[in-house]
């Protein structure tokens, strides 16, 4: 009995020793690829300025890890396999949060996410807000709601202009709606550029 007691907690000892590692996947990957993604999700990781270094290397390699696996998943099907190429990334889409909540807050976890996708979803809220001041909470969730799916899809594209793809294809959704709910996008986009150009001159 001690000996299987011993043995299960030599396990989960060693199980724990593990986790405390995140191993960076770059066997068999051109080494100037490899610095280029650890280059890109140190600066993702530095924005989230954690103080402890162990931790702030796990997240580094997880981040890492899942540019790899994104442009594993991306070079395996062409242009006639794109169900199977979905179905893969849907398969993978959870790991990510999954492996950062080990170590990151909700908070900072939405943080990497902005960081993997050039922080659109913030700078689109801020920008329709500025350009309708008069939208509704209501609206205003709605809009997040959207970005927030935006981004999701954004996350497991395979280079910047899949990314911005995904942004630019929500917004549209987005100012099809507030034009069915009444607004006059054009006059609204207008007064907003006056008020820029006012501000500029004060």
């Given at each position: 009995?001690k000996k299987v ?5 030599l ?5 724990t ?6 191993v960076?996947?770059e066997?068999?990957?051109?080494s100037?690829?490899?610095?280029s993604i ?5 600066k993702i990781?530095?924005?989230?300025q954690?103080?402890d270094k162990?931790t702030a290397?796990?997240v ?6 899942r540019y790899?696996l994104l442009n ?10 794109q169900?199977?190429?979905d ?7 959870f790991e ?5 909540s ?8 939405d ?7 050039f ?8 920008a ?6 008069t939208?509704?909470?209501?609206e205003?969730?709605q809009?997040?709601?959207?970005l927030?799916?935006?981004?999701e899809?954004?996350?497991d ?12 294809k929500y ?10 709910r009444g607004y006059d ?11 820029i150009e006012?501000?500029k001159?004060k």
């Amino acid at each position: 009995m001690k000996k299987v007691v011993f043995a299960a907690i030599l396990s989960l000892f060693t199980i724990t020793a593990n986790a405390q590692l995140v191993v960076l996947n770059e066997d068999g990957r051109d080494s100037a690829y490899v610095e280029s993604i650890v280059n890109r999700s140190q600066k993702i990781v530095d924005g989230l300025q954690l103080d402890d270094k162990k931790t702030a290397r796990n997240v580094r390699n997880i981040i890492a890890n899942r540019y790899f696996l994104l442009n594993d998943i991306h070079s395996k099907y062409d242009k006639n396999q794109q169900a199977e190429r979905d179905a893969e990334l849907y398969k993978h889409h959870f790991e990510l949060v999954s492996s950062l909540s080990l170590y990151l807050t909700d908070e900072q976890i939405d943080a990497v996410k902005d960081g993997m996708t050039f922080g659109r979803l913030k700078r689109d809220y801020q920008a329709t807000q500025d350009m309708i001041p008069t939208l509704t909470d209501f609206e205003k969730q709605q809009i997040l709601i959207w970005l927030k799916e935006a981004r999701e899809y954004a996350m497991d594209a395979a280079d910047s202009k899949g990314k911005h793809f995904w942004f630019d294809k929500y917004r549209g959704r987005t100012n099809n709606w507030l034009s069915a709910r009444g607004y006059d996008l054009k006059k609204e986009r207008d007064n907003w550029m006056k008020r820029i150009e006012d501000a500029k001159k004060k």
